[in-house]
């Protein structure tokens, strides 16, 4: 059989359909479908919905600041959802794109958002005004899937997944964001990324695998597959970096959610639960 790892238990689970996720304080929300779910988590191995709110898309993507989520929401652009009161989520306001242009992944930072839009690339926004946001810029490279922003010595970096390509943007003029180098990332798919250190790591779907960028050099990143023997083949949809660990969700049955420590660029399997 496969080893289950250690330190790591199944609690509970909430419905299907689930691609957008953060968390809070003492409450997480969730995409499921169109709805943005509300979950008390307060007692982890119960966690109970206490809210909901329908949008009009298909919730991609979660980012949240304040009183407010902002919802990446696929084809209806970005949708602000008030959280003030945990039990009645509400609909406050949205950027609704054009073109028919799909938001696929949100996140904030320094108090703007930035947005993974698969017809008009990067975008930044203002949000002086919480409940309207502003496009401040954008940067069309080739269609989003992700973004993660970080700050650096050498300003502050936007990192963007495309269809099988990672970007590096320097915003730290919002207003004339430059794109710096690029390099391949799988095949198409990677609509998960996640930064620790010098190294952006993408879930890239369609080759089931996990991949890995050395952006120490923003103008010339750097792809590889992981050293984690075994684990490049796990069928990554979602990741997330915390307290230097790297969490994966596979689509493989064998894969299930796996946790990884990360040392430099090597990872190593502390924790599995199989689907």
Avoid at 234 to 243: E, G, I, M, T
Wanted: charged fraction near 10%.
């Amino acid at each position: 059989g496969v080893a289950n790892g250690s330190k790591i238990d199944f609690v509970s689970s909430v419905g299907g359909g689930c691609y957008g996720t953060a968390v809070q304080g003492n409450y997480a929300y969730v995409g499921e479908g169109r709805n943005l779910l509300v979950l008390n988590i307060s007692s982890p191995s119960s966690p109970s919905k206490i809210g909901q709110v329908t949008l009009p898309g298909l919730v991609r993507g979660v980012a949240l600041l304040g009183q407010y989520a902002y919802v990446a929401d696929e084809e209806s652009g970005i949708q602000v959802v008030d959280i003030s009161n945990p039990s009645s989520p509400a609909v406050r306001g949205y950027y609704m794109t054009t073109n028919y242009t799909w938001i696929d992944g949100v996140t904030i930072f320094g108090g703007r958002l930035y947005s993974a839009s698969e017809n008009d690339g990067l975008q930044i926004f203002d949000l002086s005004n919480p409940t309207m946001p502003s496009l401040l810029s954008s940067t069309n490279v080739c269609g989003g899937e992700s973004v993660v922003v970080k700050a650096s010595s050498g300003g502050v970096f936007a990192y963007i997944s495309t269809a099988g390509s990672l970007y590096v943007v320097d915003v730290s003029n919002p207003l004339q964001p430059v794109v710096h180098g690029h390099t391949s990332m799988g095949n198409g798919g990677v609509y998960s990324i996640a930064i620790s250190g010098n190294y952006v790591f993408g879930a890239a779907l369609w080759d089931f695998a996990l991949h890995m960028v050395d952006i120490s050099n923003p103008d010339a990143p750097v792809d590889s597959m992981p050293s984690a023997g075994g684990y490049g083949t796990c069928n990554p949809y979602s990741l997330f970096v915390a307290n230097n660990n790297l969490y994966v969700a596979s689509g493989w049955a064998n894969g299930g959610f796996l946790v990884f420590s990360i040392s430099g660029n090597t990872l190593t399997k502390i924790g599995q639960v199989l689907n």
